[in-house]
Nanobody, 125 residues
Framework: QVQLVESGGGLVQTGGSLRLSCAAS????????MAWFRQAPGKEREFVAD????????YYLDSVKGRFTISIDNAKNAIYLQMNSLKPEDTAVYYC??????????????????WGQGTQVTVSA
């Protein structure tokens, strides 16, 4: 079991930046692939980015490539999402998620076992 708690959301203007954090407890992140998802009002939850347990590989949603950066700090048992050049369409609740690092397949919602409670990000026009 692992518990995930997100923080760092807020209100920012278009073009601004935010850094989301996800603190994990219960088990070391070395056994998981970690990811960020987001869900906008009236829309399905979508994948944003993921990172391997070692931090050596990461993958991004096309619309955030070059603007968002995911990172992991195994010493702190935490992951982060640095979001730059934010746009109104980035407005959503952002969730941290974890799945076994041995699970293969696309990063879809049902494949993730553990979720945080979410943190709201609002980008004003």
């Amino acid at each position: 079991q692992v518990q995930l708690v997100e923080s760092g959301g807020g209100l920012v203007q278009t073009g601004g930046s935010l850094r989301l954090s996800c603190a994990a407890s219960g088990r070391t992140l070395l056994t998981y692939t970690m990811a960020w998802f987001r869900q906008a009002p009236g829309k399905e939850r979508e994948f944003v980015a993921d990172i391997s347990w070692s931090g050596s590989s990461s993958y991004y949603l096309d619309s955030v490539k070059g603007r968002f950066t995911i990172s992991i700090d195994n010493a702190k048992n935490a992951i982060y999402l640095q979001m730059n050049s934010l746009k109104p369409e980035d407005t959503a609740v952002y969730y941290c998620a974890a799945r076994s690092r041995f699970r293969v397949g696309p990063p879809v919602v049902p494949s993730y076992d553990y979720w945080g409670q979410g943190t709201q990000v609002t980008v004003s026009a």
